[in-house]
C-alpha cells in the first residue's frame, strides 16, 4: 500500500512507480488527502526523473479516473480535437459542427485562453447567453440535438489534473513532457471518446516555437493516448502567422461565421479539413484521409456545418437566430482604427506572440486569471506572411475600448509585422507533418 511519503521517496531515487502508486497519487490529489507540498515534490520529481512510457501511460489514466469518466449511447463515434494553442486559431469552432455534420458526435471539452493565445471558451462567451459551462443534462441533450457541444470540463473531469496544475504553475514544472501528456489526455480521454487528433502547432505564434520540440510533443501524446486506448493521430500544423486574419473573442467568432456562411476560404478551411479528414478516416466513417477532408470541406460548402453550429449555439442558450443576426448579437468596440504601413514592401516575418499579447492588453485576454475579458475588441484585417504593402496602405485593424489602448495596440502590430524590400523565397507551408 503506498503513502505520500514512501512514494516520494522512491521516485527522488529513481525506481519506477507502479500504476497502483500512480493510482494512490491521483485519488490523494482529488481527495485532499495528498498536501499541497507533497503534490509539488510529486511534480517536481516527475520533472527531473522522468517516466516511461508505461508510466506515463499508467499516470494519464489515474489522474482520467480520478473523476467522472463519461459514458455515450449514440449511434455515430465519439469524436473529438485537442489543439496545443496559437493565435487566430478558432479551429474548434469551425472542426464540432462539420464533424457533426458528416455523422460524428463532437462532445469537446475545451479551454479558456492561456498566456498569448486565446481560448475556445472566452469566444463563445462573445455569444450572448450561451452557457459554456452546461450542467450534464444540457451537455448531453446538446451533443444529442446538435451533434456537438463545446463546453469547459466539470469539476467532475479529471480533479486531480485540476489540482496538479495548479501546483505545476507555481513550481516551474509546466514543461515536463510527461505532466503535458497526462494533463492534455486525461481530461480528454474523460470525455469517452472513441478518437481524437492532436493540432500540435510550431512557430512564432505557438508555444512550442521550435518544431523538433513540437515533433517530440506530438509523439509523445500520440503514443500514450494510444496506449490508453483511445485511437490518437497528431498534426504538426504552422503557427507562424495567426490561422486567420482577426485576433479578439467576438472578432474570431465573425470569422468563423464568414467561413460557415461560404464568404470567404483560406487556412481555416484547409487545415479544419486535414484534422477531421484524419478524425473520420479512423472512425471509419470515410475510405480514407483524402476523402475524410473532402466531406468536411464539403459540408462547410454546403451548409450542413452552419446548420449544426447554430442548432449548437441554440441548445446552449444561445440566441436561436444567431447566424442570420450575427451583426446585432456580437459586440463591438468603440474605437476602430487603421494600422497603416511606414514603407513599401512584403510581409517578411509575423511574430504571432507580439499580436497575441496586443490583444492581451487590449483586454481581450487575462493578464492573472481574476481579469474580465472584454470580448470586443482585438484586430482584423492582418495581412499574410508574402503579402506586398505599399506605403499608408493598412496592416490591419485595431478594435479597442479607449484610443490609448488603440495606440498602444497600433505600435504592437508595426513593431510585429517585419516589412522586408523582397517577397519571402518560400512561404511555410500549413501542414508539416502527420504522426499516427
Not at 374 to 399: E, F, K, Y
Request: aromatic share 2%; glycine share 12%.
Amino acid at each position: 500500500m503506498s503513502d505520500a511519503r514512501s512514494l516520494l521517496g522512491r521516485l527522488r531515487h529513481g525506481v519506477p512507480l507502479t500504476p497502483a502508486d500512480l493510482r494512490w497519487m491521483a485519488r490523494g490529489l482529488a481527495d485532499g488527502s495528498v498536501s499541497n507540498a507533497q503534490a509539488g515534490a510529486f511534480a517536481m520529481g516527475i520533472c527531473a526523473r522522468g517516466l516511461d512510457e508505461a508510466g506515463r501511460v499508467a499516470l494519464t489514466l489515474a489522474m482520467r479516473d480520478s473523476g467522472q469518466v463519461l459514458a455515450w449511447d449514440l449511434d455515430g463515434p465519439v469524436l473529438d480535437k485537442h489543439s496545443t494553442g496559437g493565435v487566430g486559431d478558432c479551429v474548434s469552432l469551425l472542426l464540432a459542427p462539420a464533424l457533426a455534420a458528416c455523422g460524428a458526435y463532437v462532445p469537446m471539452i475545451s479551454g479558456r485562453g492561456l498566456g498569448h493565445t486565446g481560448g475556445t471558451l472566452d469566444k463563445l462567451d462573445a455569444i450572448p447567453g450561451l452557457i459554456t459551462q452546461p450542467d450534464e443534462a444540457r451537455f448531453r441533450q446538446t451533443v444529442a440535438a446538435a451533434g456537438c457541444a463545446i463546453v469547459g470540463a466539470s469539476a467532475g473531469i479529471a480533479p486531480a489534473d485540476r489540482r496538479l496544475y495548479a501546483v505545476r504553475d507555481v513550481t516551474s514544472t509546466v514543461d515536463s513532457l510527461d505532466l503535458i501528456c497526462a494533463s492534455i489526455l486525461s481530461k480528454k480521454l474523460a470525455g469517452g471518446l472513441d478518437g481524437l487528433v492532436l493540432d500540435v502547432k510550431t512557430g512564432s505564434g505557438a508555444f512550442m516555437k521550435d518544431t523538433d520540440a513540437a515533433r517530440d510533443l506530438a509523439r509523445a501524446l500520440v503514443s500514450t493516448a494510444n496506449a490508453a486506448g483511445c485511437p490518437t493521430t497528431a498534426v504538426i500544423s504552422d503557427m507562424n502567422q495567426p490561422l486567420v486574419p482577426a485576433l479578439g473573442n467576438a472578432l474570431e467568432v465573425a470569422e468563423v461565421l464568414h467561413v460557415l456562411t461560404g464568404e470567404v476560404r483560406g487556412p481555416l478551411i484547409e487545415i479544419s479539413a486535414a484534422l477531421g479528414g484524419v478524425l473520420l478516416s479512423n472512425a471509419g466513417l470515410v475510405s480514407d484521409v483524402q476523402a475524410g477532408a473532402d466531406a468536411i470541406d464539403a459540408a462547410v460548402r454546403d451548409g450542413r456545418a452552419a446548420e449544426r453550429f447554430a442548432k449548437m449555439v441554440a441548445a446552449m442558450g444561445g440566441p436561436v437566430q444567431f447566424l442570420e443576426n450575427r451583426a446585432r448579437f456580437l459586440p463591438e468596440a468603440t474605437v476602430i482604427r487603421e494600422v497603416r504601413a511606414a514603407q513599401d514592401g512584403f510581409v517578411g516575418t509575423i511574430d504571432g506572440e507580439a499580436l497575441g499579447l496586443a490583444v492581451v492588453a487590449l483586454g481581450g485576454g487575462r493578464r492573472v486569471e481574476t481579469d474580465r475579458i472584454d470580448p470586443s475588441v482585438g484586430l482584423t484585417g492582418l495581412l499574410r506572411l508574402g503579402d506586398p504593402v505599399a506605403r499608408g496602405q493598412p496592416l490591419g485593424v485595431v478594435h479597442a475600448a479607449r484610443p490609448d489602448a488603440a495606440d498602444a495596440a497600433a505600435a504592437a502590430v508595426r513593431a510585429a509585422m517585419r516589412i522586408d524590400d523582397t517577397a519571402p523565397a518560400m512561404l511555410p507551408a500549413l501542414i508539416h507533418e502527420r504522426i499516427d
